[in-house]
């Protein structure tokens, strides 16, 4: 029988939260690295043993941490070029949280300054990690989105890390502004059908796509309008909060805005706005049923300045017909006095035959639902306040 | 012998549950326990000191008997109870809520 595996990250430590297919009775392990900010959590597809995590502390700076037995154990991986393996404590040695900017001439262009809030220059700094997203062919090769956003990969299994400096520099990197949460690059989706090809995207910059395995890189904002911005059709500038697709038809992507539910056809070409019947179309997660590729998930929030759910009632909505017509889901779900938040990277499907939909409150809720949505029951109840959200589908 | 006293979160990524020796060859100054700790504890390079420029992270400070001397010169002698072991060397995180 399957078994599902949650991998939640949250403000104070991560859990795992496992279960067998059924998805009634769940074991709950944690916390992993106690008081320290979790972004993001993700296992390997090629070895789902291997889990990558974020590690991250206002004080301290950013660690990577990986475990290769599901979770079990955790070590940082970097180890310098001839350096020894271990301290004289056995230790593993590290250099796995060194992100530095690639400003070569020969690899990058120089590019010194992003804008900050109001419009000046501002230099490069790295902060965290926001996401990592491991190769679908490769358990040693990790893509990491980073703030201040770009992307950055390593091939030896998380111990040294290198910018794919063609994003930044492709030319509109010195015009990104960062939004509230800063300049992160929160989106990495690589696709299954060409392994050339992944789409990432940026608060609040917008998305970008390579077709060449990161070497160069175009905005593909098309169609995405913000009222916001001095030109609301402009390349780039958007406040994207996510993206999703159904690996079997990775053309088609699915886009939470800061405002609008969008859909692209042609894998970013273009975007059309599909937030039809929601009660309110901004939101930060989206996500997109593991078998059935036009159905997909949203948990409206109320904003600008709000961010919890409309009238107190924790909703997800449903659309079974690639956006524009939205069902609410509250089986299960609190329907009054509800004020969480659901963060970007916190909702995640299974791929059991009936799909499981999960997703992590601010308020330290994890929701699951193991039967596509239709009813919910919480995993756990208090934990910190949910990052992320990522499941394992293990065989 | 140097004693070190690392804040909680550092010291479980250091894997200790007490205040850190270190053996220093050399004038004892910031600089050097820096170094010596980030030697023989690997997993603390870049929680410190950034990995480029090796800035200080702009939440931490250091103390030496009840001196604040993150301002210091990094390369500055320290007292002589710090040299000596018999007042441990503190680096300290901002307290903040949350």
Redesign the interface.
Known sequence: MSNVRVLVGT?KGAFILTADGKREKWDVSGPHF???EIYHMKGSSVDPNRIYASQN???????IQRSDDGGKTWF?P?T?AG?PTT???G?????S??F?YDTSEETGKPLLTHQWYDGTPHPWEFKRVWHLEPSLDDADTVFAGIEDAALFRSTNGGQTWQELPGLRGHGTGSQWQPGAGGLCLHTILLDPANRDRMVIAISAAGAFRTDDGGATWKPINRGLRSQYIPDPDAEVGHCVHHVAMNPSRSNVLFMQKHWDVMRSDDAGDSWHEVSGNLPTDFGFVIDVHAHEPETIYVVPIKSDSEHYPPDGKLRVYRSRTGGNEWEALTNGLPQENCYVNVLRDAMAVDSLDKCGVYFGTTGGQVYGSADAGDTWAPIVRDLPPVLSVEVQTLK | MIVVVLPAHLRSLAGVTGDVELELDGPVTRHAILDALEARFPMLRGTIREHVGGQRRPLLRFFACGEDVTHEPADAPLPEAIVSGAEPFYIIGAIAGG
């Open positions: 403000r106690a008081g320290w502390s206002g004080w301290f700076g950013q660690i940082q970097g310098p350096a301290s004289p404590e230790m593993p040695m590290g250099e949280n060194k530095v």
